[in-house]
């Protein structure tokens, strides 16, 4: 699904340069839960933003899901961002003024989708994460862990290959968290592959792999052996 | 997308009710003041008789003796507007025009025959026959006299609308008699609602004035000995006016002089016999300057005498460089409000939006202010323009029961389709030149950038 070969980033400024990604080597396999972990600064959210094709990478190469995205002009990166990728934030991004339903339309506003195909789409994502009866709110009004599910349901209105999230639990507390992994697991269990970004050991470790980060590169790789639970594990140092 | 685009901007006007209130605002006072001043030049730069633009001339010849200073408007390059009676007279000869006028204004008393008017003054014009179809003017009633009255001169007047109710109670007066000046005139004709707007045909005393309320044939000039109320210069230091005939013999200008022709190219072959005629008259000492007889049309006769005005246009001016600034504040509100929104437009990114997508609905959000600002903007105008008729021009309509005369007034206030239509176009332009930067700026924003402080 994800094949990044040696990719490079490197923020400059006018007196610094920051190697954020240092030829980085990552392969996904469809269907699999990857979980990336990693001190502040490592460059996770920077592999997310390439993997997402929200940044743009120096050198090296990338496919997704088949298809070379190494040198997209932006309307073909916006593209296979709205139909291959659906994005979970650790600040959940909801549009504040926005109720939930209209949340969860967003992404689909931007293809060519009849109406009512949008709205079936939209119900079906929310019966999923359990917020249909909720769909009239707007994201205030609703809990930390509401609007985390809400995310989710925008995210996989779209039928994503991948989901891409970013600190997914960062903001919400230990049953909340589990609940949205929970979530995760089963969207994972259907078949869309997932790549996540977390600080939390025990949360990574419901991965099927675990990826840890220093200084760009990987520095340590847990392949767990099952990947629809996380029993044992077997580290990889590099 | 449209309307998803639209309800995307209307929600995100009303995130921040104070600065879209603001935007809208000062797009509104720049549009007031750029409407305002429109209004008041379109309503002095209409063209009054355009689809005879290249047909119907005024006739301007330059005796002026060959002195420097003499000049009759602020362009001393021009001939005098007026012309004297034995110019006039002269030609009024000539068969190349289709229609020839000659005319002036004066005034009489009129007696009404209905009981309870008393006799008031009125303003006559004293013409020649061709008058009514050179320069179009509608019939309610009857019509016009024939070169024969002019000559005869018959005892027929033709009357305003307005002259046509107060003496008659606006039924057909056409074969009832009015008094002018104790002589009795048979009526031939009333005129509908005229109110050529500039007064082009005699802009002489006023070129926004109302049309006189009576007409009477020419020949009644010497028959009456009948003086001309309006201008009248000498243009010679030798002329010197004593009596009625002197006025006739010397050379002092005080009739208007129009021609009609039949084709455009009969324009060349009159200024030909103009030309032909100064140039005969400077062999009898007459017309002492090289020739500068102009023959023009309607459009150029008004930008001759500065109908328009350069007050006017300055005022246009200064009203679309105060809307430049409102423009250039309004694009500084709107691109702090879309910085300060960059995380929603990130989002939007990264939720599959292109970059077009991004501009386009930034756009339609400032086309949206722009339409409000437009109609804040025209009923500021509106309120305005009330309150210059109330103010400014109110003078204009004391000691009047003429409605032509409010009509005349109201039409300087008044914004027609074409203006509202104007008006509308440029509440969409200002926002688009004040949020062109804005969206595009916002366009350009790397999506990651915000999606973690968002």
Redesign the interface.
């Known amino acids: 699904m994800i094949d990044m070969q040696a990719v490079s980033k490197i923020f400059r400024t006018d007196l610094v340069e920051t190697q954020a990604l240092r030829s980085f080597t990552l392969k996904v396999e469809t269907g699999e839960f990857v979980a990336i972990t990693g001190h502040s600064g490592s460059g996770k ?1 920077t592999l997310l ?1 390439v993997a ?1 094709l ?2 743009e990478f120096d050198a090296g190469s990338y496919t997704l899901d088949g298809h070379d995205v190494t040198r997209l002009n ?2 073909e990166r ?2 296979i ?3 291959k990728i659906g ?1 979970i ?3 959940f ?1 909801l ?1 504040p ?2 109720n939930i339903y209209d949340n969860v339309e ?2 689909l ?3 060519s989708m009849p109406a009512q195909e949008r709205r079936e789409r939209i119900m079906r994502s929310l019966e999923r994460v359990g917020l249909s009866a909720r769909m009239g709110h707007i994201p205030s009004q609703l809990s930390g862990g509401q609007q985390q599910r809400a995310a989710i349901a ?1 995210a996989i209105s ?1 039928d994503p290959r991948v989901i891409l999230a ?1 600190e997914p639990t960062g903001n919400l507390d230990t049953t909340m968290s589990n609940q949205i992994m929970d979530l995760l697991q089963e969207v994972n269990a259907a078949g869309t592959t997932i790549v996540m970004v977390t600080h939390n050991p025990e949360l990574a470790q419901r991965a099927h792999r675990q990826i840890h980060v220093v200084d760009g590169q990987i520095a340590q790789i847990h392949q767990f052996n099952s990947r629809t639970a996380s029993q044992s594990a077997t580290p990889v140092t590099l | ?1 449209l309307a ?1 685009d639209l309800r995307m901007a209307w ?1 995100s006007l ?2 921040n009710p104070f600065l879209s209130a603001l935007m809208v605002g000062a797009l509104a006072v720049g549009i007031t003041a750029s409407m305002i001043a429109i209004t008041l030049y379109h309503a002095r730069s209409g063209h009054p008789i355009a689809w005879k633009d290249d047909t119907l001339f005024a006739v301007t010849l330059d005796l002026r003796d060959d002195d420097p200073d003499q000049g009759f408007s602020r362009h001393p390059e021009y001939p005098p507007w007026q012309l004297t009676y034995r110019d006039a007279h002269a030609l009024y000869a000539s068969e190349i025009p289709m229609r020839s006028v000659m005319m002036y204004k004066a005034s009489q008393i009129v007696t009404p025959e209905r009981e309870g008017v008393k006799p008031f003054g009125v303003n006559i014009r004293v013409t020649t026959a061709d008058f009514f179809r050179a320069f179009d003017t509608p019939f309610l009633f009857g019509s016009g006299w024939s070169r024969a009255e002019d000559d005869a001169p018959g005892a027929v007047v033709v009357l305003s609308k307005f002259m046509n109710e107060k003496l008659f109670g606006g039924a057909n007066s056409v074969g009832r008699e009015v008094m002018l000046s104790g002589h009795s005139y048979r009526v031939l004709g009333v005129m509908g609602a005229w109110m050529p707007r500039p007064k082009y045909y005699d802009p002489n005393n006023g070129t926004f004035d109302i049309p006189e309320d009576v007409f009477i044939p020419f020949g009644w000039m010497q028959a009456l000995k009948l003086s001309t109320s309006g201008n009248t210069n000498c243009v010679s230091k030798r002329a010197k006016v004593t009596s009625f005939e002197s006025l006739l013999a010397e050379d002092c200008v005080w009739l208007q002089y129009w021609v009609e022709f039949r084709h455009p190219a009969d324009r060349d072959r009159y200024q030909i016999f103009v030309d032909n005629y100064t140039n005969d008259g400077r062999t009898h000492g007459r017309f002492p300057r090289k020739n500068n007889n102009r023959i023009v049309n309607v459009t150029t006769w008004l930008s001759m005498w500065d109908v328009v005005g350069d007050e006017s246009r300055m005022q246009v001016v200064l009203g679309l460089v105060f809307l430049g600034v409102c423009i250039l504040n309004t694009l500084g509100l709107m691109l702090a409000k879309f910085l300060s929104a960059a ?2 437009a990130g ?11 991004i501009v386009r609905q930034h756009l339609i959000e400032v086309m949206v202010v722009g339409v409000l600002g437009g109609a804040a903007g025209l009923l500021l105008t509106l309120g305005g323009l009330a309150v210059l008729k109330g103010w400014l021009y109110s003078g204009m309509l004391i000691g009047s029961d003429n409605p032509d005369r409010v009509a005349l007034v109201q039409a300087f206030v008044h914004m027609d389709v074409s203006v509202i239509l104007f008006a509308i176009g440029l509440s969409l332009l200002t926002g688009l030149l004040a949020g062109l930067y804005p969206a595009y700026r916002i366009g350009r924003l ?3 950038t915000f ?2 402080t ?1």
């Open positions: 959210t933003n997402g929200l940044e932006d309307n916006s593209r961002r709205n139909e994005f934030f650790q600040g991004n549009i003024d926005l967003e992404p506003h931007y293809r925008r779209g970013d | 997308m998803h929600r009303r995130r995380p929603i989002l939007r990114r990264a939720l599959g939006a292109n970059r077009m997508d790397a999506p990651a999606l973690k968002q």
